[in-house]
């Protein structure tokens, strides 16, 4: 859970404060929305070569460094002296930050037993979103009483204490196996995409990212406006709809194990429909409850997906999981930029009426393109082929356990 706050601290620090930076340095949204854009960015170029580096090095030794990197480039943040500086600073910042949740997505697969994967990384995503709620609060808070750039040494300085907590706290993997390979490195990653189920959710990952990304860029500039006028801080306590979010998703995790991913995505998508719909009523505290519902939905789908590939993924999970980030973060990019020329064209309306259209695309693709039958077990992961998983390291053709993945039987 410490390891998906500090992950998630700074990533989207920014949001609240974009209509400040929008007139400190007398930029338009579309610039501004690029310190969101950099970052997400970073992540999605950097998330599979993370996933190779920690299958080489082991998990827990990149998490930390990771960790530590991201906090030193938000502290440099600070030093920007014009927009481009602050936009180079993020791209960095995203850049390391795969190395802390991606990997540890990873971890949590490959310590956990396989019938309470899904809780621990619900478990995970709620300190994702602990993260990311404190991270905007905080930042609207130092903002309205500070010059901008103490949210980002703030920021930075708790990221750096986190990072030596993690050093110290978190327990050395047991369970790993060192992948020194290149060659095995495309070659798996090629199986991966060859999977139809995995493909299909490296394709709902886009949609989920795009949504949240979405829905919290454009509703900043949304509600600084006329009638609303929110101030920093206001915008920061916005997100305080995340511990909603927080809340839910442990039990939604325990509810995967119990009743399959592809129920869960699709009760995941109506709330996040439902949510969005719901902020196009002209009243803040309608519009709050509208976003409670969005992003609690998206959360939701975040652990269908996250927890589902450790399920189909037989071999190369680090990866596996490295290539989900990077096309999740590839819809998060697409999130903060691309509904500019609808937000230009029909303002908030225009943008939900996206967010609305990507989340039926979300449970479209989840509910055909993941399997209902249930999965082979094939001969081991040198015959991967995308239709059935291999053995996990140690296990026999008739070992003590099956590999059968709990939860994706018959439904």
């Known amino acids: ?119 621990g990384v619900g478990a995970y995503v709620s300190g994702t979103i602990l993260g990311g709620f404190s991270g905007r609060v905080l930042a609207g808070f130092i903002a309205e009483r500070l010059e901008w750039q103490w949210v980002f040494i703030a920021l930075g300085s708790l990221g750096l204490v986190i990072a030596a907590v993690l050093a110290f706290g978190l327990p050395a993997e047991s369970r790993f196996r060192e992948h020194p390979s290149g060659a095995r490195f495309f070659e798996t990653a090629i199986s991966h995409l060859r999977n139809r189920r995995l493909l299909a959710t490296y394709l709902g990952a886009l949609c989920v990212l795009f949504t949240q990304v979405a829905l919290f860029t454009y509703v900043t500039f949304y509600l600084a406006g006329p009638p609303f006028r929110l101030s920093p801080l206001l915008l920061g306590l916005i997100f305080c709809v995340y511990l909603v979010g927080a809340a839910v998703t442990p039990f939604a995790g325990r509810a995967i194990d119990r009743f399959g991913h592809r129920v869960a995505m699709q009760a995941a998508c109506v709330l996040g429909a439902a949510g969005a719909a719901l902020s196009l009523v002209p009243q803040l505290p309608v519009i709050i409850m509208g976003l409670a519902l969005c992003s609690s939905g998206v959360f939701i789908a975040n652990a269908a997906a996250t927890s589902y590939i450790g399920r189909v993924a037989g071999h190369g999970r680090a990866l596996a999981v490295g290539i989900y980030v990077t096309f999740y973060y590839v819809g998060g990019s697409l999130g903060s930029s691309g509904p500019g020329w609808l937000w230009a064209a029909y303002g908030w309306p225009g943008c939900v009426g996206l967010i609305i259209g990507v989340q039926t695309l979300l449970a479209a693709v989840a509910w055909f393109g993941w399997e209902s039958r249930r999965l082979s077990v094939a001969p081991g992961p040198s015959s991967y082929t995308g239709q059935s998983i291999g053995r996990l390291p140690g296990q026999s053709r008739r070992g003590e356990h099956s590999t059968q993945p709990h939860g994706l039987d018959r439904r």
């Open 1 to 119: 859970m410490l390891a998906g706050f500090c992950a998630f601290l700074n990533l989207y620090a920014t949001q609240p404060i974009l209509p400040l930076l929008e007139t400190i340095f007398r930029a338009s949204h579309l610039q501004v929305s690029l310190t969101i854009t950099a970052a997400t960015c970073g992540v999605a170029l950097a998330a599979p070569f993370i996933g190779q580096i920690a299958d080489r090095v082991g998990r827990k030794r990149v998490i930390v460094v990771s960790a530590a990197i991201a906090g030193l480039t938000t502290l440099l943040a600070a030093t920007a002296t014009t927009l481009n500086w602050l936009v180079f600073w993020r791209f960095l910042q995203g850049i390391v930050t795969p190395g802390v949740f991606a990997v540890t997505v990873a971890y949590i697969n490959d310590e956990w037993p396989p019938e309470r994967a899904a809780s």
